[in-house]
């Protein structure tokens, strides 16, 4: 059992530590002249095989339940909702904010998820749910700030877009935990990922010319194979199996060290500067998300 979970919080880790890669890649191909429409197409289109591969993958075995004709529409919404429109405006806001403050306003989604419980399901929010929101809260006004005082961007806007990324990410989540104990996480993801993979190429396609696949400088090509493999497909089969092996409470703990692994990879990569003000408001973020995501005794 102990080695169970150690494996398991390796996997999460692991998984952590590749999702943290994903905004980094996403500024480091911007720096290269890409809009976000071409590169969010790359992501896709290289990331499409590998969800064919895990949505087969998960769907072996005699065990699995088929889909009904009312899940294969639930799947299309959520691929709609959560990978392809929450993909896309987290990549428009990336044109304007560090991936630090990125990474910290999508890792709310559970403050966000309880948000959303309570207005449209009438979800109690009890006293450790208002410490959780202020707490969180306040780290991303500290982050924003930091912003603001660092970033040449338009900060606001960069800020809006992740943070309706963040929102549709969240009603993702909600509509997934209706069908994912049939489904398995692992299956929906990939059926999930294919069909956004589609939206996202129809998308490219009606919008931006399409000699745009063609001519972007290499680095954009090997940088978007990265980002599709590394930090896209790979981080969901490691964070998922992590959590069958420890379960979900344990393994928000482990990937609470996301976005501090996004602060440091931002200063390495990006030469984004580490402020006392932005590990101020990760470590306010981090603390609320945990408080929310930890079982009360």
Not at 98 to 104: G, K, N, S, V
Not at 187 to 199: E, K, M, Q
Not at 248 to 264: D, K, R, W
């Amino acid at each position: 059992m102990h080695n169970e979970r150690l494996v398991g919080a390796s996997l999460v880790a692991l998984g952590a530590v590749a999702f943290s890669g994903k905004a980094i890649i996403i500024k480091l191909a911007y720096r290269h002249g890409v809009d976000p429409t071409t590169l969010l197409a790359f992501r896709m289109m290289f990331s499409a095989p590998l969800f064919l591969v895990l949505a087969w993958w998960a769907s072996r075995g005699p065990e699995v339940e088929p889909m009904s004709v009312k899940d294969r529409w639930t799947v299309v919404a959520l691929g709609i909702v959560g990978y392809y429109l929450a993909s896309y405006f987290d990549f428009l806001g990336l044109q304007h904010i560090t991936a630090a403050l990125e990474r910290l306003v999508l890792f709310l989604n559970p403050t966000i998820v309880l948000l959303l419980s309570a207005l449209l399901f009438k979800r109690r929010i009890t006293g450790r749910d208002v410490v959780a929101i202020v707490l969180s809260y306040l780290g991303i006004c500290a982050a924003f700030v930091n912003d603001l005082k660092t970033q040449p961007g338009n900060v606001w806007l960069g800020t809006f877009w992740v943070v309706l990324s963040a929102i549709l990410y969240a009603a993702y989540l909600l509509g997934s935990g209706r069908i994912v104990g049939r489904l398995g996480s692992m299956r929906l993801a990939g059926y999930a990922g294919l069909v956004s993979s589609i939206a996202v190429v129809i998308h490219f396609f009606v919008t931006s010319d399409p000699q745009l696949l063609f001519t972007q400088a290499p680095q954009v090509y090997w940088l978007s194979i990265l980002m599709a493999s590394v930090a896209t497909v790979l981080p969901i089969a490691l964070i998922s199996e992590g959590i069958r092996r420890m379960g979900a409470s344990h393994a928000s703990i482990v990937a609470s060290i996301g976005p501090i692994i996004t602060i440091f990879f931002g200063a390495i990569f990006l030469d984004e500067p580490v402020t006392a003000f932005q590990l101020l408001g990760a470590g306010l973020v981090l603390a609320g998300v945990l408080t929310i995501s930890l079982p009360s005794r």
